[in-house]
């Protein structure tokens, strides 16, 4: 599966921004999806992820309560919706999918999938 990101840009702290991550070469609803971020100079970070059913989602803890993932099979997309955005959430971000087996534990961290889509930059002014 291919995977492309976009929806970033420049905002100010407060605004909101959704990202989107369109999927090409095969069917969305067979993966688990995540989205992760890396700023300069840190590690990548787990942002959220979503179960290929939409019927389970999670959060790290940072973007709890502001941040919410969603997908539409349909569209073979997944969203990223950010709301009340901090200059700390400034990084570039990434889509990635696991297409195992759908009883296997969703995945927070960046082994747990083999597809990723090229970065996406938030940059969250003060």
């Known amino acids: 599966v291919q995977l492309q990101a976009s929806g970033g840009g420049l905002v100010q702290a407060g605004d909101s921004l959704r990202l989107s991550c369109a999927a090409s070469?095969?069917?969305?609803?067979?993966?688990?999806m995540g989205w992760f971020r890396q700023a300069p100079g840190e590690e990548r970070e787990f942002v959220a992820a979503?179960?290929?059913?939409?019927?389970?989602?999670y959060y790290g803890d940072s973007v709890k309560g502001r941040f919410t993932i969603s997908r539409d099979n349909a569209k073979n997309t997944v969203y990223l919706q950010m709301n009340s955005l901090k200059p700390e959430d400034t990084a570039a971000y990434y889509c990635?999918?696991?297409?195992?087996?759908?009883?296997?534990?969703?995945?927070?961290?960046?082994?747990?999938?083999?597809?990723w889509g090229q970065g996406t930059q938030v940059t969250v002014s003060s």
């Open positions: 990635a999918a696991d297409g195992r087996s759908p009883f296997w534990p969703i995945q927070t961290t960046e082994r747990g999938y083999a597809y």
């Open positions: 070469g095969r069917t969305l609803s067979n993966y688990d």
């Open positions: 979503i179960r290929r059913s939409g019927n389970s989602t």
